[in-house]
């Protein structure tokens, strides 16, 4: 082997060339044949076909068994618009979205900034504000609902110790969305907060020495030096709470299944209980490409107005 | 550093801290509670340490079961996850074919939307194809939907790999697949790391696959065994908590075990695709 490349070392210029115009045809067919047809196979069948199939139920009234022949065009699309629950789980879906960009980020950023002093524990912080994270959403969901039971949760010692009426949270109409909303800023700020933390790195200290040296103030110094540099992170960080919102529902079942009276629904736990256990498969195929076009609009439209510079 | 600054910034932390720490551990000591202690004291240590909510749990078949579903789920998941990402993917980084740039886009669309939107044709498909109420079930379509992420970490890493390596290899006669196995993959360790843990944590978490897919209740992953948990003690806390705990335990010891591998694959992971 060294021998080889050793003899090699001087026309390696000249080899390159040749050797690159026909990488050793040998085995290139053999290699294509072996290696693609497995992924290719899988994702055709597991994830474009479906999704085109989606398309195509969502124009039938059809139970699931034999073939779609009922056809009734966008009627599905139409019953959906003007379902109440459906209406209530784009505005839930909206919420979350608002929640996420106005209180979680803002906090991620917060705590991110805090962490990159060095004081000693910031190792076991960063580690204690990721863990919520890491944890699956149904277990999370139903450790939350502990959390809110008004007969033996903490909810109901709390308000024990404030001499007040026991809240049943989740079974408030009104109440229960704001506590599904505060479960789902705690189980995500801390893969924001490593977001930040991580492009915090790049930041050039010296940079911000500058500011300093200018008489800066620390809010200047995070406005107009530290929150510019970690543009490129805030707009990744933005792009994933909004994908992540849209498709929102492992943490919302045990916490409220999208009761009381549909009031916590979302897309997705909709699609549960209106269009699977009911087998309602073109109106669940239609919420599908709903959420469908929403995921690729805002995928497209975002990467064309925010990330062309990345 | 000033010292109000200092106190400032413990304050803040340990208040955060506090606010996510709270409920995991007054779970943990709910389970070993009686159902009238907690009644009475949620917060607070247990008046008698109730080890049997605990006991029970361990020395029944149900938890064991729920956790070895999850377990060989998930494994044979990220096996195929690896194997069939980094194959694909090898192809797209080494070998150049007619169409290679329009066929890797083609498995980017699956990055653009969740499983939700397709899950009902999904489920017919599966259960055409006889696969309902089977383990393959839950998982050919995970490594499916997980396939999109994994091959364009895989072939922006192979990509990387300097390209003596593969100049060198191809003069000594070394074909597309022995170079592949001989030199692309021991190379390629961080990422199979990374797209491992991805797809492990993912499969591991998952709910509304097996949901939809799983009806025999022997055959369900622990995320579906604990929803039927609670249904069944319904507000026999202390029990629920006590199986929360020890259904959360194996993630929460893996997660400070192997923390920097975790936290720089799930957040590497989202960052690079």
């Known amino acids: 082997m060294t021998e080889m490349t050793a003899s090699v070392a001087a026309p390696a210029v000249a080899l390159r060339t040749v050797k690159y115009k026909s990488p050793t045809a040998r085995g290139r067919l053999p290699v294509l044949i072996l290696f693609l047809p497995p992924a290719l196979l899988l994702f055709t069948l597991f994830v474009i076909l479906p999704m085109g199939e989606a398309a195509w139920y969502s124009l039938y009234r059809w139970n699931g068994y034999g073939t779609p022949t009922d056809f009734v065009g966008i009627r599905n699309f139409s019953v959906l618009f003007n379902n109440a629950a459906f209406t209530q789980a784009l505005v839930n879906n909206g919420l979350i979205i608002v929640v996420s960009l106005l209180l979680q980020i803002p906090l991620a950023i917060w705590l991110a900034m805090m962490l990159a002093h060095k004081i000693t524990g910031v190792v076991t912080f960063r580690l204690i504000f990721f863990l919520p994270y890491v944890l699956a959403d149904v277990a999370a969901g139903l450790i939350w609902r502990f959390v809110y039971d008004g007969d033996y949760g903490l909810f109901a010692a709390i308000a024990g110790f404030f001499g007040v009426a026991t809240p049943y949270v989740l079974a408030d109409r009104d109440l229960a969305i704001y506590a599904v909303l505060a479960v789902i800023v705690w189980k995500y700020f801390g893969f924001h907060m490593m977001l930040y933390i991580a492009g915090l790195q790049a930041v050039d200290r010296s940079v911000l020495e500058a500011a300093e040296i200018d008489g800066a103030t620390g809010w200047q110094k995070f406005r107009y030096v530290t929150l510019p540099l970690l543009s490129s992170t805030l707009r990744l960080s933005v792009f994933f709470a909004i994908i992540g919102s849209l498709q929102l529902f492992d943490l919302v079942m045990p916490l409220t299944g999208g009761g009381p009276s549909n009031s916590t629904q979302t897309m997705v736990t909709f699609l549960y209980t209106y269009g699977v256990t009911r087998m309602q498969v073109g109106l669940g195929s239609a919420v599908g490409v709903v959420l469908f076009v929403i995921c690729v609009t805002l995928a497209f439209g975002y990467k064309r107005i925010f990330m062309r510079h990345d | ?273």
């Not at chain 2, 605990?54 to 729920?66: A, C, K, P, V």
């Open chain 2, 1 to 273: 550093m000033k010292p109000a600054t200092r106190l400032y910034l413990y304050l803040s932390l340990s208040l955060v801290a506090c606010l996510v720490l709270v409920p995991l551990v007054t779970t943990a000591l709910g389970g070993f509670k009686s159902l009238g202690d907690l009644r009475v004291n949620p917060f607070g240590l247990p008046e008698q340490w109730v080890w049997s909510n605990y006991t029970d749990i361990l020395f029944g078949e149900r938890y064991w079961r729920q956790m070895g579903n999850s377990l060989l789920i998930a494994s044979v998941t990220v096996f195929l996850t690896v194997v069939v990402s980094a194959m694909a993917a090898f192809t797209f980084a080494h070998v150049k074919f007619f169409g290679a740039a329009q066929l890797m886009n083609y498995f980017l669309i699956g990055l653009m939307f969740p499983v939700a939107t397709a899950i009902l044709p999904l489920f017919i498909r599966i259960r055409d194809l006889g696969l309902l109420d089977s383990y393959w079930g839950v998982i050919l379509p995970q490594v499916a939907f997980g396939l999109g992420m994994s091959i364009l970490l895989f072939r922006n890493y192979f990509r990387n790999l300097p390209d003596e390596l593969f100049q060198a290899a191809f003069v000594d006669g070394c074909g597309y697949i022995r170079f592949f196995w001989h030199v692309s993959l021991p190379l390629s360790r961080p990422i199979v790391a990374t797209v491992s843990i991805v797809s492990f944590v993912n499969s591991w978490n998952s709910y509304i696959l097996p949901l939809i897919m799983l009806n025999t209740e022997t055959k369900y992953p622990w995320p579906l065994g604990i929803m039927v948990y609670r249904g069944e003690f319904g507000t026999e806390w202390q029990l629920v908590l006590a199986f929360i705990t020890l259904t959360i335990l194996p993630t929460v010891i893996v997660f400070f075990l192997a923390q920097k591998h975790i936290i720089a694959g799930l957040t590497a992971g989202a960052v690079k695709s």
